[in-house]
DNA sequence: ACCTGAACACCGTTCAAGT
DNA sequence: ACCTGAACACCGTTCAAGT
């Protein structure tokens, strides 16, 4: 009787306890480790038994997808709608965070589950609550999501896009001398140490500030 | 004398020309088809010799990344420098609709080279004009940043988070009925067909009245 | 200096075969 | 109904060998 690696799950193999183990695995050892064959091993199974309850990679990245929106906090409605798309906005940040590897597959690919779908209409909600009109409302929530889930995968990638010139100096390869660049130089400070909390919040109140500025 | 699929390439395979060919490559034919396998037969040449300009896979996608940013209008400086932000800002979308399959890649790498840095130089300088302050700065550049960004990625995946509902009909799966979820079902119309430049606009002007409303 | 074939250790997925 | 081994057509990368 051969046992494998994680000491042979009992489980009978269901589809959200694959999901489950795919997402932990993620977590765990990074985007790269979620292989059939890989996922299959940890389930103490063949990699082609999953294809029994999945259709296959595309279905279950799919649904890693909903299993993360579907964490997104949606408990009691604040009082004030502002606060309850400050949740929402904050909560997508908080899914990346927990799941700094699996993230990507935010807002990539469609929604099927009740679960999911609840935080979206919370934050539509919210939104026409606060006096937008349709086109407005939802021109907002897709502002909102923009920003939350950009912002989060450029904290996840940890803000690359600035980080570099100071410390990429071998010798300027280009022609990187800092003087040609004497805002980035200025700035390098901030650009080097963001402070990630603070400047997520700028960028929500300023979208905040402007709904409310269009609204009076 | 064999002759390669593409009437054989004469050039002598030059660092940058490998990275045209590799987006071109994904331009027209989608991410999955850039393998180094492929990239070498599209310049006539066996994989391997890639290794030869090029140190491996990772730093073919940093090329890519970095050539998009190139990508993005600095021409003359606009009087207002709102109009610089707002010009920053709709190249990173328009970059993104020109390379659809390859600007993932974007901000998720580091950037070495001075053509990428040209952009987020103007973009910085622009908003210091504005007046404000370095810190301000630089979460206002990270904010508008995230935005372009996640905008023009829901924008290249169909905007899926939203389209679904009334689509996946097929005997409401989970717990789908309509009625459980009154905002998405009243907002369907505006949630199926997006006016992709207007909600692109409307985030972006919030965003600025944001920032303007900071500074008094 | 640059290119290459063979090889290594992997992939996702199909399919016929088992229970 | 569910699981499986073998097989197919791929990957990125190393390395010794060629020119």
Redesign the pocket.
């Known amino acids: 009787v051969p046992v494998s690696a994680q000491t042979r799950q009992r489980s009978?193999?269901t589809r959200t306890h694959i999901l489950e183990t795919a997402l932990a695995l993620v977590d765990r050892e990074g985007a790269d480790a979620?292989?059939?064959?890989?996922l299959g091993s940890e389930l103490g199974?063949?990699?082609?038994?999953l294809?029994?309850?999945i259709a296959?990679?595309?279905e279950l990245l799919d649904g890693l997808a909903e299993a993360m929106v579907a964490q997104i906090d949606t408990g009691v409605v604040p009082r004030q709608p502002e606060d309850a798309v400050r949740r929402f906005t904050n909560g997508i940040r908080a899914v990346a965070l927990a799941h700094p590897e699996a993230f990507e597959l935010v807002g990539m690919r469609p929604l099927h589950t009740r679960a999911a779908l609840l935080p979206v209409e919370a934050a539509l909600g919210a939104l026409r609550v606060m006096g937008l009109p349709d086109d407005d409302a939802v021109h907002a929530y897709r502002g909102l999501v923009s920003y939350a889930r950009g912002f989060a995968l450029a904290e996840i990638a940890g803000f690359t896009l600035e980080e570099r010139p100071e410390t990429a100096g071998t010798a300027a390869p280009d022609d990187l001398r800092l003087e040609t660049f004497p805002h980035i130089a200025e700035l390098a400070s901030q650009l080097a140490r963001p402070d990630r909390d603070a400047a997520f919040a700028f960028g929500l109140e300023a979208l905040l500030a402007g709904l409310q500025a269009r609204l009076g």
Chains 1, 2 share one sequence.
């Open positions: 009978p193999l979620l292989t059939m064959r890989r199974v063949a990699a082609m038994s294809y029994n309850h296959g990679r595309d």
